[in-house]
Each structure stands twice: as structure tokens, then as C-alpha cells.
């Protein structure tokens, strides 16, 4: 005979309570004591399985603080807790979480790099999708005036308080001696292009701002009004501002549908 849903629903609530907060309320649901220390291994288990999912996600953020991450990891188990069996979106609160610590002056920096590291997972989980190349760009321009061209689904746009991005691209080319700390205002912009391969890059204001206007208007229009934000500005704002946009349509942000 099924248990009542009342008391399958005290078993669960009992089960969880126990794993995050170990507060013996589970006790009356083991058949014996003797099976104490079996609840404990399993708790333990739980735990640094999520660990360990947090530091596969933010790898780099766990090479930041080093020896230190599995304190702050098992303090993050505890806090936010799996709510469903699926663990693919679990850890995305980790950038929140980091700032609301003490780092010292490099905890914006964490913050930030938790908030790219997440983007960029995100990212590779995106369904494939038919990435237009620069060629094929402007193929469909000249026929329909770009109609059939949007961005591609797994864009991600962060704001970032520092050059977060700066340090993400020195741990991933093995760099790290040569960043320097900077509380600089960055927008990243990130996306799965052709290949499934990842782009990233620092946006000048121009990649966004056609994104922003492509929800009222065709990409042409909206290249236009977004380049027209920087006409006015140096020659090489503008010349860095065509080359990003370049970049951006030859590795993929835009598909045809």
C-alpha cells in the first residue's frame, strides 16, 4: 500500500531538511539507528556532488580563490538548495552569491567573471541553429533587406562593473601575470556561432544597440541608427565599431530564418 501524499510529502520535506541542514529530523524515517552513519555518507555525497557541479561551471572562479572554494561551495549547497532532480541550471545565483562576500577588492572581479562563466555555460547549451557567416549576411540584405535575419538565440549581454573579461581571457590563454585589476564598466556579449564554437567579446555600444533596435526595425534600419551613435566620435571608435560588427556577422550572432 502507497503512503498517504501527507506523509510522503513529511518524508521528502524530513529527507531534504536533513541533507542541507542535517537537523536529525529525519531520524524517525530510518528503519534503525545503525543505518545513522549510512545517512551521513549519503549526506556527505550530496553535497560534494554539487560542489563539484559549481566548479565545473565556474572553473575559473574556483582557480581565483583557489584552496578556499570548497568552503565556499559547501556554504552555497547550503543556501540555495536543488529544488528539482534536474541539477543543468544549478548554481546560476553563484555571481549573487560571491557578492555578497568578502573578497576584498577583487570581489566585484569575482562577481563578474561568475556572471561570464555562467553566460558562456548557457551558451553551450543552445540548440543548433542556422548561423549566417558575413558573406551570407549580406546575401540576405541585397534580397529582402535582411527580413529573415535575427540574433541568435543563445546571445547573452552582461554588464560587468570591472574588466572581468579582461581576466577571464588570461586564465583561458594561461596568462594571469599579465591582467590588471580595473574597475572598469564593461558590457560582454556572448553567443554560440557556427561550429558550436563560443564567441565573446567587449561591445563598444553598437552590437547592442542593433539588438535593441532589430525588436522595431529591419537590421538595415538598425544598423544604420546604432552606427549613428558613433559617427560623431573619433575615427577610431568608428573604425573599432565596424570591425566588432564584422566579427560578430562572421562568427555567427545573426541567423537566417
Known amino acids: 500500500m502507497s503512503a498517504p501524499k ?22 524517525p524515517f530510518l528503519a534503525d539507528e545503525k543505518y545513522q552513519p549510512n545517512m551521513g555518507i549519503y ?37 540555495y538548495h536543488l529544488e528539482i532532480g534536474n541539477v543543468t541550471l544549478y548554481g546560476y545565483e553563484f555571481a549573487d552569491f560571491l557578492a555578497d562576500n568578502d ?18 555555460y548557457l551558451c553551450e547549451l543552445a540548440p543548433f541553429e542556422k548561423h549566417l557567416d558575413f558573406n551570407a549576411f549580406n ?27 579582461n581576466l577571464f581571457q588570461c586564465l583561458k590563454s594561461d596568462c594571469i601575470n599579465e591582467f ?24 563598444d555600444g553598437v552590437i547592442h544597440k542593433i539588438i535593441e533596435n532589430m525588436e522595431q526595425q529591419n537590421i538595415a534600419d538598425a544598423i544604420d541608427n546604432a552606427i549613428s551613435h558613433v559617427a560623431n566620435t ?12 564584422a566579427y560578430a556577422c562572421e562568427n555567427g550572432l545573426f541567423i537566417g530564418v
Open 6 to 27: 501527507d506523509e510522503l510529502a513529511k518524508f521528502q520535506s524530513a529527507f531534504m531538511n536533513e541533507i542541507y541542514f542535517q537537523d536529525n529530523g529525519f531520524h
Open 43 to 79: 549526506i556527505n555525497n550530496c553535497r560534494l556532488i554539487l560542489g563539484n557541479i559549481l566548479k565545473d561551471k565556474y572553473p575559473y572562479c574556483a582557480q581565483i580563490i583557489g584552496d578556499d572554494f570548497e568552503h565556499y561551495s559547501s556554504v552555497f549547497v547550503k543556501q
Open 103 to 120: 573578497f576584498g577588492e577583487i570581489t566585484k572581479l569575482l562577481s563578474d567573471l561568475a556572471k561570464i562563466e555562467w553566460a558562456k
Open 139 to 165: 546575401g540576405e540584405i541585397a534580397k529582402n533587406g535582411g527580413q529573415n535575419i535575427k540574433p541568435t538565440q543563445s546571445l547573452k549581454i552582461i554588464d560587468c562593473q570591472t574588466n572581468a573579461f
Open 180 to 203: 590588471v585589476f580595473s574597475e572598469i564598466a564593461q558590457k560582454i556579449i556572448l553567443w554560440q556561432g557556427r561550429n558550436f564554437e563560443i564567441s565573446m567579446m567587449i561591445d
Open 234 to 245: 573619433d575615427q577610431a571608435h568608428i573604425n573599432q565599431a565596424q570591425a566588432n560588427f
